[in-house]
């Protein structure tokens, strides 16, 4: 695939402004980030404003490095194409998401591997000799000028005729403002060797992904890899956590939660865990109620069922809102994934009047709540009680043994009972308080 490493500066600089022109699929990309910068580098230099383009250099420069593209090839340039092309949710994408074929949309993005491509070429050698060689050629155009200029001066005083100059030819006639080139060690856009520097719940495939890239000779060979690589694996934040949080209509990677201490609910969470593995299979999902006293760890019950379901997404929701779930609804439809929201701390009314068939089949919700639901969507209720003492002496212990440290055992007992006995119910806050309490108020060697 030709560069831009063995073009002219004036092959290049056109070449460069009209492959960001002809791109259709990532388009949105040039009013922000790396793209943007780039066009602007472009048509700086095209209009033969150094001083311009030397800013633009490195306003790219920062955008690569401070944008948020996902380092894993050891070139800045390649990285953003690739999280572009991969991470983003443009056009072809979300298509292949939905695995749909639209065949306009399938050219442009055959077409659009091919310019990406190519940009995938430029470095900051390359990049920065443009600079350089646009301005020797300029200051070259200008002495040109102001010798044209000498020589009709010296005609008009000598009575002769001289040569005049192409007034169509604007770039020869172009005065420009001093500038001082950059010098000394620039802004490098290579900065290691290719690797994976982050975690992603899609990196298996996506490491496949950025080999390919690395290793095809044309890019446009790829178009069905990447189309059925969005109908395996979804697009965008999809492919990057299973844990995910929506506020404000927005969706956002979070941390995997912690795993449910102890033996607490086993028979209740086997009854959930059965119901998620026959939604998994494609089977009709039963919605889930999972109530009782604040505290007992409902949250934490329903996040753990992810551990034991690795290809399902949990998408958890704290603040309500009708018109924003819909569209959430619509949005994960479009999706190949399986997907259980978690409903934390649901308002009594929040699903009222809604049925399981108003919803996608890869959907299931889980709502957390302190008593019964009132929706008769939530066909699966289960009830989370106070823990007896037993199990909650085991879970303290078995808390308090994880954290690696030393404990006078025959108070743990003693300790126990006297949360009991200052609560109205044992729930998973009161392993938490029993902990501290014998950590801190006992002797303690670390």
Excluded at 12 to 37: C, N, Q, W
Excluded at 321 to 342: A, G, N, Y
């Amino acid at each position: 695939m030709p560069g831009y490493r063995d073009l002219s500066a004036n092959s290049a600089i056109a070449k460069l402004k009209m492959d960001i022109t002809r791109l259709v699929i990532l388009r949105s990309e040039l009013e922000k980030g790396a793209l943007f910068h780039l066009k602007e580098f472009s048509e700086s230099l095209d209009e033969g404003n150094i001083k311009k383009s030397i800013s633009d250099y490195h306003a790219l420069a920062s955008a690569l490095i401070c944008g948020g593209y996902r380092r894993v090839s050891g070139d800045l340039i390649l990285d953003m194409i690739m999280h572009l092309l991969l991470l983003s949710e443009h056009p072809f994408a979300l298509m292949a998401a939905r695995c749909e074929m639209d065949e306009a949309l399938y050219a442009a993005m055959r077409s659009e591997l091919s310019i990406m491509q190519s940009l995938s070429t430029l470095d900051d050698e390359t990049l920065l000799r443009l600079i350089s060689d646009r301005h020797q050629d300029i200051k070259s155009k200008n002495r040109q000028f102001k010798d044209n200029a000498a020589a009709l001066a010296t005609a008009a005083w000598g009575g002769g005729t001289a040569k005049q100059i192409d007034t169509n030819d604007t770039s020869s006639v172009r005065i420009q403002i001093p500038v001082t080139l950059p010098t000394g060690e620039q802004t490098a856009l290579h900065y290691g060797e290719a690797a994976l520097r982050d975690e992603m719940v899609a990196d298996d495939a996506l490491s496949e992904m950025y080999n390919r890239f690395m290793d095809t000779d044309d890019w446009r060979a790829l178009v069905d890899v990447i189309w059925n690589f969005h109908a395996s694996y979804g697009s965008g934040v999809f492919l990057r956590s299973r844990y995910l949080a929506y506020e404000n209509g927005f969706l956002h990677a979070i941390e995997e939660p912690e795993k449910l201490p102890g033996p607490y609910a086993q028979a209740e969470y086997e009854c959930a865990l059965n119901n998620l593995v026959s939604f998994m299979r494609g089977r009709t999902p039963h919605h889930m109620a999972i109530y009782g006293p604040r505290g007992n760890g409902k949250t934490s019950f329903v996040l753990s069922l992810a551990e034991e379901l690795p290809e399902l997404r949990i998408i958890i929701i704290k603040s309500f809102d009708r018109s924003s779930f819909t569209k959430l609804m619509d949005r994960l439809s479009k999706q190949p994934l399986r997907f259980m929201i978690l409903l934390d701390d649901m308002p009594d009314d929040a699903l009222l009047g809604m049925v399981s068939s108003m919803l996608p089949k890869n959907i299931l919700i889980a709502a957390t709540m302190e008593h019964k639901p009132a929706s008769s969507l939530l066909s699966l209720e289960i009830e989370l009680g106070y823990i007896a003492f037993g199990d909650f002496a085991a879970m303290v212990e078995d808390g308090l043994n994880c954290l690696n440290m030393d404990y006078n055992e025959q108070k743990l007992l003693p300790f126990c009972e006297a949360i009991e006995k200052s609560e109205s119910g044992l729930t998973l806050s009161s392993i938490k308080k029993a902990q501290a309490a014998i950590l801190f108020k006992n002797e303690l060697t670390l």
